[in-house]
């Protein structure tokens, strides 16, 4: 059993995954900040593959995109900082990131080295649901990574059924078609989950974009199976001098 599947069996709800943005904020930080969220209660890793025209993030993800592209991340630098991390890291960790970077490295190519790394799927935002089912869904498949589709409050029945068909592991609820970080209306977002929950879909839904602070993940987790935190993880990193510090801090509030 792959360890999304093996999370969700042992933890229906309250599961917490967090967004950090490999090579943030210093090149070498990606896997101290895995350990970090590990040690302090995340249960899955959302990395973030830095790219310079990000579409769903929201400025503080894109300015952290920007320091790693700064820093010298890329693709092939991240495989090299991840080719011993599961000796330390045993959580499910996420590849995010956007379609340009992983065909400029090799669609192929960069599936087979994520499964040799035992990374566990794959979220990339601007992969049409047609190319999925033609062209990439079997190759994530004949590696065994699990693909994580996104849908919105705007999002049909008829398309939310069809998404979740096709994802594998859980279903991302956008909790808004805005950006990242920006705040929500909560009641507005529990009509959409609560109407996603009467769907029964297959998969675990957790929720992402506002999620910030234990009021918004108590929130989220009422009508979902999680939350999704990442703006507001990034932002308490910036000026860090202590990553393992800041991160116990910051998840303590999270899930006190």
């Known amino acids: 059993m792959n360890r999304l599947n093996e999370l969700f069996q ?8 967090v967004y950090c943005t490999a090579g943030y904020p210093q090149l070498n930080s990606t896997v101290e ?35 790693a592209l ?7 630098k991240l495989f090299a900082q991840l080719q011993d991390f599961r000796k330390q890291v045993q959580l499910p960790v ?3 990131g956007y379609m340009n970077p ?4 090799g669609f192929e190519k960069f599936c087979q080295q994520a499964a040799a790394l035992s990374i566990d799927g794959l979220i990339l935002p ?6 999925f089912e033609t062209e990439y869904g079997p190759v994530m498949q004949r590696y065994g990574l699990d693909f994580i589709f996104l849908v919105t409050p705007e999002t ?25 970080g920006s705040d929500k209306n909560m009641t507005d977002v529990k009509a959409y989950l609560s109407r996603l929950k009467s769907y029964q879909l297959k998969n675990p839904v957790l929720v992402g974009f506002g999620i910030k602070d234990k009021q918004t993940f108590d929130a989220a987790c009422a ?8 703006t507001a993880f990034i932002k308490a990193l910036e000026h860090t001098a202590d990553i393992g510090k800041t991160t116990a801090g910051f998840l303590q509030q999270i899930i006190s």
């Open 10 to 17: 042992r933890k229906k709800n309250n599961v917490l995954n």
């Open 33 to 67: 900040v895995m350990k970090a969220l590990q040690n302090n209660g995340a249960d899955i890793i959302e990395l973030g593959m830095p790219y310079s025209d990000p579409l769903a993030d929201g400025p503080v993800i894109q300015h952290s995109s920007s320091i």
């Open 70 to 76: 700064a820093n010298g991340m890329s693709i092939e």
């Open 94 to 96: 996420i590849l995010m």
């Open 102 to 105: 992983v065909l400029q490295y």
């Open 126 to 131: 601007d992969l049409p649901e047609h190319e």
């Open 156 to 180: 049909s029945e008829q398309r939310i059924r069809k998404l979740d068909q096709l994802s594998t592991g859980f279903l991302y609820a956008v909790s808004s078609s805005s950006t990242t």
């Open 223 to 230: 009508h979902a199976n999680g939350a999704i935190i990442g």
